[in-house]
């Protein structure tokens, strides 16, 4: 019997970004304990719970 993934499945994206924003997010996370690609994600979640509490 096959069992079911408990949390959905990530997609990659590419993501280009300047070397002085890569800084800033780096030095971010870091303060946070987060890696950049975790730091991205916590943003972007942040960000998107930000609109959808302001289109209620």
């Known amino acids: ?31 946070d304990f987060r890696s950049v690609n975790g730091q991205i994600e916590y943003l972007l979640t942040e960000a998107v719970r930000q609109r959808r509490k302001k289109d209620l």
């Open 1 to 31: 019997m096959e069992t079911e993934k408990k949390t959905a499945e990530k997609k990659q994206i590419l993501l280009r970004l300047s070397p002085t924003l890569w800084k800033e997010l780096s030095a971010w996370a870091e303060d």
